[in-house]
């Protein structure tokens, strides 16, 4: 069986003047380069994060550039997605269309972003703010705008350390085969070096079996963090095949499932993986496909509900992570949330 892993850490780039377009454009190309991105999609990377960069100064006045390398090799994609969170675009089809500012400039930076992008999303709406998408492939492939139409598994990922750090306490990986899917969050306690050590491991342990039982996981992780820091996780299954997710989790990770206008929590039990684990105990759950799976850390506050942004459920499940993120993260801890899709 053939196994793909996916997981992460932001570059994170907070954007307020003319001097952080270029610690963008610097960010990409240091990701790009340490991916073997060869010389054209690199410079596509470092095109996108300047043109996004500089419509954060122009038109949002500030916000964010988060950056990241996912897949691997030949197959690797350079995420990049900006974040703000004024004034928001009244009509984004027009924006992307060559010729169109509102700022006296020639028009052309966002509809280059969408033709220089492999994957292209954007959520924005007057007074909401604007999430912006950007995915480029070290290979070619044909510019992609993302519908919810989309077949097959999409997924979106933010995991950024708390502000002055440099490690993260959390971590994510997903492991996908044809038809099953297992994702992971992990928060290691507290922060710095001994968090991200204790999260780093239970993704290790994770990626040696992960389409195996949740509930034995936890207990696996429980037995290899002894001794250390400790952390909470949760891991989720999805089979396509018998349309449901097999879920097991300890500590403060928080997991839902979104159908239709229809939102379930998914259940965590008390304890703390390598220091007390009071139980492990797996739940199963029915999947319908275009459901949504949201999993994420304590560091993103859990009073968030997509309905609150009429048309986020249609987007690509990274402008979901960006939406939480930016309206729902503890600015002092650590954030993780993943998003996965599967139609």
């Known amino acids: ?191 710095r070096p001994l968090a991200a050590r204790a999260s780093g491991e239970a993704v290790k342990r994770f990626k040696q079996e992960p389409l195996g039982a949740p509930s034995m996981l936890m207990k696996n992780l429980h037995t290899a963090l002894g001794g250390g820091r400790g952390a909470a996780a949760a891991c989720a299954v999805l089979q396509l095949q018998a349309s449901k997710v097999i879920y097991a989790g300890v500590g403060n990770i928080s997991g839902h499932l979104l159908t239709g206008e229809r939102s379930r929590g998914m259940v965590s039990h008390n304890g703390t993986l390598g220091v007390q684990l009071l139980r492990s105990q797996q739940f199963e759950y029915d999947w319908k496909r275009g459901s949504r799976m949201v999993m994420h850390s304590d560091g993103i506050l859990g009073r968030w509900s997509v309905d609150s942004y009429p048309g986020l459920n249609m987007k690509h499940p990274a402008i979901i992570a960006g939406v939480l993120y930016r309206d729902f993260v503890r600015r002092r801890d650590d954030a993780t949330i993943v998003v996965g899709c599967q139609r």
């Not at 089809?93 to 010729?99: F, H, I, V």
């Not at 959390?170 to 996908?176: K, S």
Request: hydrophobic share 40%; glycine share 12%.
């Open 1 to 191: 069986m053939t196994l793909r892993f996916f997981g992460g850490c932001q570059v994170r780039v907070p954007v307020s003047e003319q001097s952080d377009i270029g610690e963008c454009r610097r960010a990409a190309k240091r990701l790009a380069d340490a991916a073997n991105f060869d010389e054209t999609p690199a410079g596509r990377a470092c095109l996108v994060a300047t043109e996004l960069a500089t419509n954060l100064v122009r038109h949002a006045g500030s916000g964010e550039l988060l950056a990241q390398v996912l897949g691997d090799d030949q197959d690797a994609l350079l995420e990049i997605l900006a974040v703000d969170r004024r004034p928001g675009m009244k009509d984004v089809d027009a924006c992307l269309r060559d010729g169109y500012s509102t700022a006296g400039t020639p028009g052309n930076g966002l509809g280059a972003v969408a033709r220089m992008s492999s994957i292209f999303d954007i959520f924005s709406g007057p007074g909401q703010g604007s999430i912006v998408l950007s995915r480029i492939a070290n290979k070619q492939a044909p510019p992609t705008r993302y519908t919810p139409s989309t077949p097959g598994f999409e997924f979106g990922a933010i995991c950024a350390a708390v502000t002055g750090e440099v490690e993260c306490g959390d971590a994510w990986c997903i492991a996908r085969s044809a038809d099953e899917t297992a994702i992971l969050v992990a928060d290691g306690l507290g922060h």
